[in-house]
């Protein structure tokens, strides 16, 4: 079901359909609208996390691992889903977060030994947390500290108790048992510690991904990405079984994911999602990341701007020709397919790391809910401006239809990359012997693009190409 260079489409749960009008996105929701995605021709549909929370972190502060949120739905709605997915020949990965659950989580006060206390009178270390501040709150259940890499409200569990890793493989089983696919492994580079707890120095260089300017004062060379995290993501590759689809979230540069790769089918490779809409970026973006490296491409996700506003509305077209010509894997966070941009968010924020506007839903038809919700939608349905996915259904020149063609093609392209001359601001690469990939992000028209049969155009097929668009030409 996960062979050669696959498509994963990630659903927002809360923001992709709602079926019961409650304005929160839901399971039988999901099961509506799997056509749209089997339509697309993507291999497989990747969940942000379903299950119980009190949404600290919408959803990855995990309260019970294997449960539904019953504002989602029941482990019915859940059956239902996998069968209708398999039924479009559409793989199922759940989010499974290993570094950390809820605070209410019944571990937390049920297995003390599950989490990474400490007892001293100061906080043990400088650990920072990654949203800010101290990594290191009082313990109520201890009465002494304990470490939460990301919120105060997410106590990091840990990896290097035996018990603790027995039970979280445990997770795995349940869901593989109820035939889930794989999953999207969140965090990894938290997954392991430097064990004796040694202080982070000062950061000397900038980290090359965004991060909170608080975190980021400090080199975490022994909060995360421990010298043996291999053996962490080895457990889990374990429990999920040999032929499971495991896909890294490991935020590291792409020499740093190595260390994690023997373990995983995919790791994601964010060199494009936090790119410049400039060439010679979007090409080092790519070099460091073969084929061998296995990335999973990523333009957007519900954690970062999408890239119809980072690159612009003008650029959609263009950027989902790079992102699905590339070997790898290509991860398409819904919405993008219509041009979704960012949107208002809420106010006050839900998400105090402000990432609302990344989260809205889908917008599906014309009418006045644009199909999301028949009530009051959590997040207002944003339109792109090709329009809703009805009317962008109607038109055979929209984004949606190019990302259809797009993905066909994909199943054609074959060989690993090989980048070719082209004017300042132009790209040009071949895939194998074959077939040519050239897309224009300068400001002038490429007036002798590489020539040869058009198998795709974003725009003009023949003649120059002008700024901001592409083509794939064989020869
Ligand atoms: C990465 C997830 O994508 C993000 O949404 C979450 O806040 C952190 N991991 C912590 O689980
Ligand atoms: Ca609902």
């Not at 659903?11 to 089997?38: C, K, M, T, W």
């Not at 900038?206 to 995360?224: E, G």
């Not at 038109?395 to 990359?417: H, K, M, T």
Request: proline letters at 11%; one cysteine or more.
């Amino acid at each position: 079901m996960f062979k050669g260079n696959p498509v994963v489409y990630q659903i927002y749960p809360r923001s992709f359909q709602d079926s019961n009008g409650d304005g929160i996105g839901d399971l039988p929701g999901i099961v509506e609208r799997l056509d749209h995605i089997a339509a697309l021709g993507a291999d497989a549909v990747w969940l942000s996390p379903i299950y119980p929370s009190p949404d600290a972190d919408f959803g990855y502060d995990v309260a019970d691992h294997t449960a539904v949120d019953p504002r989602y739905g029941t482990l019915g709605d859940f059956d239902a889903l996998v069968a209708a997915a398999h039924d479009r020949g559409l793989a199922l990965l759940l989010d499974y977060v290993p570094c950390h659950t809820s605070l209410e989580h019944p571990w937390f006060r049920e297995q003390v030994d599950f989490y990474i206390r400490r007892q001293s009178a100061e906080r043990p270390n400088n650990w920072l947390a990654t949203f800010g501040g101290p990594a290191w709150d009082r313990d109520p259940v201890t009465g002494g500290w304990y470490l939460h890499t990301f919120y105060p409200e997410q106590p990091d569990l840990d990896w290097r108790n035996p018990a603790l890793v027995d039970a979280m493989q445990d997770v795995l089983r349940f869901w593989r048992a109820r035939g889930v696919d794989g999953f999207r492994l969140d965090a990894l580079q938290s997954l392991l510690k430097d064990p004796e707890l040694r202080d982070d120095p000062p950061a000397t260089e900038p980290f090359p991904f965004p991060l909170d300017p608080n975190y980021a004062q400090l080199a975490h060379v022994h909060s995360v990405n421990a010298p043996d995290i291999g053996d962490g993501v080895a457990a889990i590759r374990a429990a999920a079984g040999s032929d499971a689809v495991l896909v890294g979230e490991v935020y590291l540069p792409a020499a740093q994911r190595d260390p994690y790769l023997p373990h995983l089918d995919v790791a994601f490779a964010f060199e494009l999602l936090f790119c410049p809409r400039e060439a010679g970026a979007v090409r080092a973006a790519i070099e460091s990341n073969p084929g061998e490296r296995r990335p999973g491409w990523v333009l957007s996700n519900h954690d970062f701007s999408r890239i119809a506003s980072r690159w612009g509305p003008e650029a959609a077209r263009a950027a989902a020709m790079l992102h699905l010509t590339l070997p790898g894997a290509a991860f398409l966070f819904q919405g993008d397919e219509l041009g979704q941009p960012d949107g208002p968010g809420h106010d006050p924020p839900y998400d105090r790391a402000r990432r609302d506007p990344y989260r809205h839903p889908l917008a599906w038809d014309e009418t006045p809910g644009a199909g999301f919700s028949s009530g009051q939608p959590w997040l207002a349905p944003l339109r792109a401006p090709d329009g809703p996915v009805s009317v962008q259904e109607r038109d055979r020149g929209s984004l949606l239809w190019l990302y259809r063609d797009l993905i066909a093609l994909r199943r054609e392209l074959d060989g690993p990359v090989s980048f070719l001359d082209a004017p300042p601001g132009a790209l040009a690469f071949s895939r194998g012997d074959r077939d040519v990939v050239a897309v224009n992000l300068g400001a002038e028209p490429w007036r002798d693009p590489p020539a040869g049969e058009v198998l795709l155009a974003t725009h003009e097929a023949s003649g120059p190409i002008r700024p901001l668009a592409g083509r794939v030409v064989r020869s």
